[in-house]
């Protein structure tokens, strides 16, 4: 897709886009569940009600996180879009022991399925609506490094799954005969689910714990750094270290030292620090960056007890 027309899918407007989509699907769902009496569209309906919940907090997440720092979040609100993927995640879990609750019950009593015609149109008709959002929303995070985005486009990509396992297990049933694949198709979409839940929300508590940059960015950073650093035969007359990075939402964050010759001036010490500042900045859209500067002959460790001697 055309990477300004992602830059202009602004998160929030996808996420309203997503909560239009959910109630879409949620009605489709839920008449092919009603003309079938199937458990596996039942689940499948279920999740789409996770769908609608996930993108209304997600869209308020989101809002919060891009409210501008303030004296009491001096660093932003941007890890606000981590609650947001964590709690589809715990929507999920609870959605997909749900759907075995269900699948249970209806495997040690089969159901007789009714119009299996009408339920398998209308279930595809709401999973290509669903691809298409996931995609494009799928996209977009990668744009705008949006962990609400990122966590509801793959929550809508598992839904597609799930919906594409519930049709497989209607066409089985009907060319079968065997009422029990229905409620069994459903606990495999159940189990399935519950792995994408416990994903997104095992990324949400990396992601609240300060997790470093992704490998590509932090390369992009060590290669810009290297630009600046100087040498003058063996010795380095501008060199870097202790480099710590971590990201927060579409944020990052890099800390590191900067040494340089002891005889230098403060603003030329200064004028450098500007320069290395704005080259990080644009290799790396969104990045924050700290640098303290050092002369050669003094290396700082903080949290070390000769620090503060």
């Known amino acids: 897709m055309n990477q300004h027309l992602l830059e202009r899918l602004t998160p929030q407007r996808l996420l309203m886009v997503s909560v239009a989509v959910a109630l879409v699907t949620i009605a489709l769902k839920t008449a092919a569940w009603w003309v079938t009496d199937s458990v596996g569209l039942l689940s499948d309906a279920m999740e789409s009600l996770v769908n609608l919940a996930g993108a209304v907090f997600g869209l308020m997440m989101v809002t919060v996180a891009a409210r501008p720092a303030d004296e009491d979040h001096p660093y932003g609100h941007h890890k606000a879009e981590y609650f947001s993927s964590g709690f589809e995640g715990v929507l999920i879990i609870v959605a997909a022991l749900g759907i075995v609750w269900a699948a249970v019950s209806r495997l040690v009593t089969p159901q007789p399925l009714e119009q299996l015609n009408w339920g398998l149109g209308l279930s595809i008709a709401s999973s290509v609506l669903n691809g298409l959002l996931a995609w494009v929303m799928l996209q977009a995070a990668r744009v705008h490094r949006s962990m609400a985005l990122e966590g509801d486009a793959r929550h809508l990509f598992t839904d597609v799954w799930t919906s594409v396992g519930v049709v497989a297990g209607l066409v089985l049933v009907m060319l079968t005969g ?120 003094v290396e700082a460790h903080f949290g070390d007890e000769s620090d503060l001697k």
């Open 178 to 297: 065997w009422l029990w694949l229905d409620a069994l198709v459903a606990i495999g979409v159940a189990l399935n689910i519950l792995r994408e839940g416990g994903r997104l929300v095992w990324q949400s508590a990396q992601g609240l714990m300060d997790e470093a940059v992704d490998a590509e960015v932090q390369a992009t950073i060590q290669a810009t750094l290297q630009q600046f650093e100087h040498r003058r035969g063996e010795a380095a007359i501008v060199r870097f270290d202790h480099l710590h990075t971590r990201k927060a939402g579409h944020r990052c964050f890099v800390d590191v030292h900067m040494h340089m010759p002891g005889n230098w001036s403060l603003g030329r010490a200064a004028a450098l620090r500007v320069s290395v500042e704005q080259a990080l900045m644009s290799a790396v859209p969104g990045l924050r960056a700290t640098i303290q500067l050092l002369p050669h002959n």
